[in-house]
């Protein structure tokens, strides 16, 4: 047991060390090793060229396949299929002191759907914290207002036990443990034919959402070893950020978008559905865990033995950003959110664990897997540093070597790659300018013909927003100082 726990502690200590050996690696390795670090940063820089051109490719592709599906008679396709009516959905909405309009948006864009009403069932997942009184009153509204729409509409009482640590996880277990009993246990509703869906209490789904999970779930015979992930965009509110949060948001709104045609590297994040039966097989969530989408995935993975995929709806949800009551609490609000997600890095020690214990999973299954996590997380605060520091920093530090050739030329080879890169941001604004909302009335035609001009904020808010909560995340797990959850402030 000692040994395991010192095992873990390791595993918990790597990425902070390769984030941090990585970053500082220019700056030492110039005194030393001048030639590695100038084909070192040349090479990352390469590296990111493609990286551009890839997410402007994939999300030109998604945005093909959106507009497909959002015209699409997707009921009508669901009749070829006998079974269609048989199908249910469970939604559940994970809700912490949210108030009662963003809930009254969710539930509303979930009545609205184009399949049948009665296909759906609510649970509305709440904290017993939250305090009675103040939560009552929203149940009893939503019941209400919509409680007639649906097939079923449950509410439950997350209050916090032993062993648990507060998030989205734990309150969603209780949620699927109470709709395993009441639905699926009490009114016979078939674990074969049913869907849960993990859904925030602030996202709003397009009309076709459930119609298309219907059609692919049925037409899919890996059905009960699959997710499914629309493409997340962080589009309710985005006139109403500062500028500094506006473009993060914007960016990472079309990163989700590049990342559904990417197969092999898709894990399903924020908003996503899976079958109830591959859920019970995996035991649910963790509730001891803060991170979990990809928790959940890679627990299901070595559940079912190797197999488990992410399918795309190429459709679009829309959400939130973090929004706070003014300028600076909204932009601590959203580092808060943005270090929370990077804390997914704690994952990586019992995916290690498992990846190494676990038997009967295929080892290119779960290896690729594992090396999508390894990317995604250990080089999230790294990216920053060597793409705009580069090399300037470090040849300050060892100007001989910048007066060289290579020191002086990888340089300009370097800032002509990256100028070209920028060439991409071209699509992702066309795809912006096409999924973000209206302009309101009381944003001004002036200030909105500028915002593209916004984007050359991008190094600052990938700096705070980015290496800098990756970077607290990476050393806060490798120090043994774990964060707790704190739910993203909705105004």
Known sequence: MKGEKRTIRLFEILPGFFSWNLILFPHWGILVIPEVVAYFVLIFNVYWFYQSFMIAISASLSHIRIQAAMKFDWVGELKSFPDWKKVHHVVIIATYKEPLHVLRRTVKSLASQTLPGEQISIVLATEAKEGAKEREEKINALKKEFGGLFGNFLATV???????????????????????????????????YATVTSCDADHVYHKNHFANLTYSFLDNPNRYSHFWQPAVMFYNNIWELPALVRVPNTLSSIWNLSQLPRRDRLINGQNYSLSFKLLHKAGYWDADKIPEDWGIFFKTLYANGGGVEVEPIYLPLYTDAAQSTSTWKTLRMYYSQQKRWAWGVSDWPWVMKNYVTIKGVPFWDKTTRLLTLMWAHFLWPVNWFIITVGLTLPTVLNP?????????????????????????????????????????????????????????????????????????????????????????EKV
Do not use: C
């Open 158 to 192: 997350h209050a916090l036990s032993k062993g648990e640590v507060v998030g989205k996880a734990s309150n969603e277990r209780h949620a699927a443990l109470v709709a395993k009993k009441e639905l699926i246990d009490t009114k016979k509703l078939s674990m074969r």
């Open 400 to 488: 001989a070597f910048g007066r060289t050739t290579l020191g002086h030329t990888v340089p300009q080879v370097s800032s002509f790659i990256l100028t070209v890169a920028l060439l991409f941001l071209i699509v992702m604004l066309i795809l912006d300018n096409i999924y973000r909302p209206k302009r309101p009335k009381n944003f001004p035609l002036w200030r909105a013909l500028l915002m593209p001009l916004e984007f050359i904020l991008m190094p600052v808010a990938g700096f705070l927003f980015g290496a800098l909560p990756g970077l607290d995340a990476h050393t806060r797990l490798m120090l043994g100082k774990y964060i707790e959850y704190k739910v993203t």
